[in-house]
């Protein structure tokens, strides 16, 4: 059992994942906006690059914990 479930969260993720995961969502709700809700085969590798940008944005704008 995870920390995250110990201390009531619901969702089991640790604060991380969660930012992750909601910066995956925000890009796969962008990309399927600007392409009228589908994503072609063919427009999968330039959204998974998009996905991984946003990701590294979270990771990358993180500060480590218990340093001010």
Known sequence: MSDAYVVGDPDGLSPLL???????????HAQLAMRAERIELADVPEIA???????????TGRRPTGIS
């Open 49 to 59: 690059y998009q996905v991984a940008l946003g990701v590294n944005r979270v990771l």
């Open 18 to 28: 969660r930012e992750i995961r909601d910066a995956v969502a925000r890009e796969l």
